[in-house]
């Protein structure tokens, strides 16, 4: 089942705050966090395996909560180099399918 | 240490015609993933492969897609004929382990545009 990916789009200024929201309907093994840049591959940002979770580095983190319904990805003074589509891939119990939101472009403008 | 190595980067041809995508995981990967990505949208999975063998191909059109993985390692991605909607970029990525923990790397894809 698709993960739910939002806001689709956001525009930041450079040094701005941006929460961007991955759901699903049913109790999550797993979430997976990428960045794809246009043209190019997606890279791996981070995974979060157990509820109340939080992790991150340098200045992007990411949360899961008790339910495991729901992942955040936090980005803090956000830098041009933030630019891109972040993607959650998410992992449900019992399964090996990596199956990915929609996606949410996020642009960083000067 | 090499990234995932895919060809060819583009290619162009007539619905109804043949392709071969090419996919060279990083060494020592058991692990194998072919998905496609619309424009616009997020990765879907058509298949993977734990090392010769196939984990989940539930999303593969069995009637045009196939994909092999010979000796646990290479991988082709295969489809024919081609339809219009069949236009996406090829992803191929892989991992060390089928874990739910794994990170897995992508390759930068080959881009299939069917006219």
């Known amino acids: 089942q698709q993960p739910v990916q939002s806001p689709q789009a956001v525009i930041l200024r450079e040094g701005e705050d941006a929460v961007i929201n991955c759901s699903s309907s049913?109790?999550?093994?797993?979430v997976h966090w990428y960045r794809q840049k246009h043209g190019e591959a997606p890279v791996f940002l981070m995974i979060?395996?157990?509820?109340?979770e939080q992790k991150g580095h340098d200045k992007i983190s990411a949360s899961f909560n008790e339910k495991k319904q729901q992942s955040s990805l936090y980005l803090t003074a956000s830098q041009l180099s933030y630019s891109g589509t972040y993607f959650c891939g998410t992992r449900g119990a019992g399964s090996y399918q990596l199956t990915f939101g929609k996606g949410t472009k996020l642009s960083v403008i000067p | 240490e090499a990234g995932v190595a895919q060809s060819p980067r583009y290619k162009i041809i007539e619905k109804r015609q043949s392709v071969a995508f090419w996919c060279n995981p990083i060494s020592g990967h058991a692990t194998l993933y072919w998905y496609q990505q619309i424009l616009g949208q997020g990765p879907k999975l058509l298949i993977q492969f734990q090392n010769n063998g196939v984990v989940d191909d539930s999303q593969l059109p069995k009637d045009r897609f196939s994909a092999e993985r010979l000796k646990g390692v290479d991988s082709t991605l295969k489809i024919q004929p081609a339809k219009l909607e069949d236009s996406a970029v090829y992803l191929c990525a892989s991992s060390p382990a089928s874990g739910h923990n794994t990170e897995a790397f992508f390759g930068q894809g080959t881009r299939l545009t069917v006219v």
């Open positions: 979060l395996l157990k509820g109340g």
């Open positions: 049913k109790a999550l093994y797993s």
